[in-house]
């Protein structure tokens, strides 16, 4: 029987690799990761917020996170688009995409058999709080590039 905690280290590097894989390859330019925090919770705490389950070898949950203006400066860098003319709805639809474009790479580079993900939920507001009550550890990785964050939980 495989090692869960390899398998948490291996979607952790990959989840990492991947992110920055993404972030660089949008014309991003240089990109960087604070090193990786463990919190004693998994807070969504920015604007606008992408969430993924994972199922099967590991459980848990990876959200991608950062201010509408972030996400907005990503889509707009992705697709072409300029910011301005962005709707919530585009935003919603942005973070969404790239939750499901970190986590489904994530998947396939860290090559753990049976590993699903979910469809993403996006979530975009400062009026909530939204907390998963789990005993696993939370792992932090946050991303820097120009003058954007974008941060990264997962509790695999």
């Known amino acids: 029987m495989a090692d869960p905690l390899e398998h948490r280290r291996i979607l952790l590097d990959a989840l990492q690799g991947v992110t920055l894989q993404i972030l660089e390859s949008e014309s991003w330019g240089t990109v960087?990761?604070?090193a990786v925090k463990v919190l004693p919770s998994f807070q969504l705490t920015r604007e606008v917020c992408g969430v993924v389950h994972i199922l099967g070898a590991l459980h848990g949950l990876v959200a991608v996170m950062?201010?509408?203006?972030?996400?907005?400066a990503i889509i707009g860098t992705i697709t072409g688009s300029q910011t301005r003319e962005l709707t919530q709805?585009?935003?919603l639809d942005g973070i969404a995409e790239l939750a499901n474009m970190v986590?489904?790479?994530m998947k396939s580079r860290a090559q753990i058999g049976n590993l699903a993900i979910t469809p993403p939920v996006a979530i975009m507001g400062t009026e909530f709080i939204a907390q998963w009550k789990t005993v696993l550890p939370v792992h932090q990785l946050t991303f820097h590039m120009r003058d954007h964050t974008l941060v990264v939980l997962a509790s695999v």
């Open 66 to 72: 950062a201010t509408q203006r972030t996400v907005a």
């Open 89 to 91: 709805e585009d935003i």
């Open 103 to 105: 986590c489904g790479n």
């Open 32 to 34: 960087t990761c604070d």
